[in-house]
């Protein structure tokens, strides 16, 4: 069985930072992790991913704000998120292409709230 454990989310002012984190537990094998998002009446959206080696990938919204990176002993994958906009609110859920009990699928968590105002 598949559990994540997400933290870090919370309420942030315009241009404030915030780090989340997602440690992933049980027998399983992690490929690429990474984070999305979901804000009100809007689609789910890919925020960035890193894969196993360390190679990252990222929204053109988030580039040069946010920072993913892993820690493959931990099985955890963060997110620093700065210089954050309102635009930026939305529920983070933390993302895992992995492999479990010889079957590989995606699996996502529960999700963060994050909300930028002032």
């Known amino acids: 069985q598949v559990q994540f454990v997400e933290s870090g989310g919370g309420l942030v002012q315009p241009g404030g930072s915030l780090k989340l984190s997602c440690a992933a537990s049980g027998s399983i094998f992690l490929y690429t992790m990474g984070w999305y998002r979901q804000a009100p009446g809007k689609q789910r959206e890919l925020v960035a991913t890193i894969s196993s080696g360390g190679n990252t990938n990222y929204a053109d919204s988030v580039k040069g704000r946010f920072t993913i990176s892993r820690e493959n002993a931990k099985r955890t994958v963060y997110l620093q998120m700065n210089s954050l906009k309102p635009e930026d609110t939305a529920v983070y859920y933390c993302?895992?292409?992995?492999?479990?009990?010889?079957?590989?699928?995606?699996?996502w968590g529960q999700g963060t709230q994050v909300t930028v105002s002032s």
């Open positions: 993302y895992a292409n992995l492999e479990v009990t010889i079957r590989r699928g995606d699996y």
